[in-house]
């Protein structure tokens, strides 16, 4: 059994493509992180063990290492296509654990960088820079995802943090007055009516979405505030105590290869972190340009050492503290 994303691409096509190559039925169970988590705390604690392999995001795989969950994955691959140090962007498997054996990952792209404007109300050309967001005209006119629960708002207001600093974020959170929501959908909602014709962490599927439907929605990217890089859930693991321990190799190993993890890739559109895939299935505007220095928000030293100070100091600035 492998755990991973509730995504329904992912879940119909994994096992199907892993069967019909080895002749072996592969049982998919996809949820939310936090669930898979808790559903695999709750199946220990009973003494059953019943997940081979899991793939998740950083937050999660922090806890499966933590809580001594794993098995080390590198003496697990063996497949030469694996294994070959020029077959990956980085000119090797990109291990995110401290020990680099635990964790590899196989997804890396920008989870953020865009600007999203009604092109009635604001013409894409009027930013050229982020800070042109403070311009007093804006004000009220800004919406954001919730930025102060898990998720692409968050997300935002700490990369705006960690770029621009700590006057940016109290400028553009408090003083410019934004619109906030947790509804990924009432956000997309608000920009395609005017109501808010700016958005600085849109679902940007629902924005291209609307606008192939004709609506006057646009995406623009800021050079003077480059992305950050994700992992989304695109991290891999082996479980200990694994019920089918053959099948569990053979799975990671073939998921690792070129074959996998350009099936994993097409699945939600992402670049991966393999150098052998053709990628221009990928979203143009997730792809990390050459050159560009990147925040990596999914780096283990920023989830183990970073993350909760930055999160508590954005939420504490939103409370005007």
């Given amino acids: 059994m492998v755990m991973g994303s509730a995504d329904p691409t992912l879940r119909r096509e994994l096992p199907a493509a892993f069967s019909a190559k080895f002749g072996v039925s592969l049982e998919y169970i996809g949820g939310r992180g936090g669930d898979n988590l808790a559903r695999l705390r709750m199946e220990r604690r009973a003494g059953a063990y019943t997940v081979d392999a899991v793939t998740a995001g950083v937050t999660n795989m922090v806890e499966y290492y933590h809580e001594g969950l794993l098995d080390p994955l590198l003496p697990a691959l063996l497949l030469p296509e694996v294994l070959d140090p020029a077959k990956w962007k980085k000119k090797k498997l990109w291990f995110v654990d401290p020990g680099e054996k635990y964790i590899l990952r196989l997804y890396n792209y920008l989870a953020s960088g865009l600007l999203y404007l009604n092109r009635e109300q604001v013409k894409p050309g009027s930013f050229k820079s982020v800070h042109e967001l403070l311009d007093p005209k804006w004000k009220g006119k800004i919406s954001s995802l919730d930025p102060t629960i898990s998720g692409p708002g968050q997300a935002e207001a700490t990369r705006f943090y960690l770029q621009l600093g700590e006057e940016f974020v109290k400028r553009l959170y408090i003083d410019q007055k934004p619109a906030f929501s947790r509804d990924k959908r009432q956000i997309v909602d608000w920009l395609a009516r005017g109501s808010y014709p700016i958005s600085i962490s849109a679902e940007t599927e629902f924005v291209v979405e609307l606008k192939k439907q004709g609506l006057p929605v646009d995406m623009v990217s800021l050079p003077d505030a480059p992305g950050t890089l994700t992992a989304g859930n695109g991290l891999l693991a082996l479980m200990n105590r694994a019920p089918h321990p053959n099948a569990a190799r053979l799975f990671v190993n073939w998921l690792a290869s070129k074959e996998g993890a ?60």
């Fill in 262 to 321: 350009e099936l994993l890739g097409r699945a939600r559109q992402k670049p991966t972190t393999r150098s052998d895939i053709d990628e221009s299935y990928a979203v143009s505007w997730e792809v990390p340009k050459p050159g560009v220095s990147y925040f990596d928000l999914h780096s283990w030293e920023f989830t183990m050492n970073m993350r909760e100070k930055v999160n508590e100091r954005v939420k504490n600035i939103l409370k005007g503290q």
